[in-house]
């Protein structure tokens, strides 16, 4: 079982930015490919972007691509969104998943593809 937690969200003006972090329970969290999720309001749950087990592979949706970086420490078992340019289109609750990985290095853009889901943290960007 693994347990997510996020933290970081907030409210902040178009052009700025915030890191997420995704904290995990459990000390083998370094066997688990992660993603992050976004769900607008009124809207479908969307990909937002996704490591491997290692941290040396990473995928964007190309809605945030060159503006969101994902990263991992697996020593503090946390996955980080660092999210910049932000605009009134990325206003969402902002989620990461888990998933068990016995190979690194795929990552999954789907979201029926993780097993463990965080509560999620609210990002708002006022224009």
């Known amino acids: 079982q693994v347990q997510l937690v996020e933290s970081g969200g907030g409210l902040v003006q178009a052009g700025g930015s915030l890191r997420l972090s995704c904290a995990a329970s459990g000390r083998t969290f370094s066997n688990y490919a992660v993603g992050w999720f976004r769900r607008a309001p009124g809207k479908e749950r969307e990909f937002v972007a996704a490591i491997d087990s290692s941290g040396r592979s990473t995928s964007y949706a190309d809605s945030v691509k060159g503006r969101f970086t994902i990263s991992r420490d697996n020593a503090k078992i946390t996955v980080y969104l660092q999210m910049n340019s932000l605009s009134p289109e990325d206003t969402a609750v902002y989620y990461c998943?888990?998933?068990?990985?016995?190979?690194?290095?795929?990552?999954?853009?789907?979201?029926?593809?993780?097993?463990?889901w965080g509560q999620g943290t609210q990002v708002t960007v006022s224009s």
């Open positions: 998943a888990a998933k068990r990985a016995y190979v690194s290095g795929t990552v999954y853009q789907n979201s029926q593809s993780y097993d463990y």
